[in-house]
């Protein structure tokens, strides 16, 4: 896949799905060039759901807040997806009827 642009902070930067074999020399999923012109942000595109969403709310941290350590980036990111996760699927839980439209075409 080629690249994208994406937005933080007003700012544009590229977007990449790459595959992880190629571009990380580690067990990352993603990474993030260090501030500066031409910033890129690199997501693994073998993974998927919760360890996608995990990964690129890591990145887009790493844009935001670009002075925050590691270690504090690794932990807000998969505090947030587990709220996110949490509050949107008790959302879904709360509509029954969420998916009468879903039915309805069934029967169709
Ligand atoms: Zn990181």
Redesign the pocket.
Known sequence: MSGMYIYAGGKRYKFRYVDPEDEFNNE?H???DQPGPNREVRVSDKITGDLLLDTCI??YT?LWFPWLD?DV??EFATDMTRYLLKVIHAKKLAQPNAHQNCAQQADA
Do not use: D, I, L, N
Request: with cysteine; proline share 0%.
């Open positions: 990352a993603g990474e993030c890591h990145e790493h590691e980036v690794e």
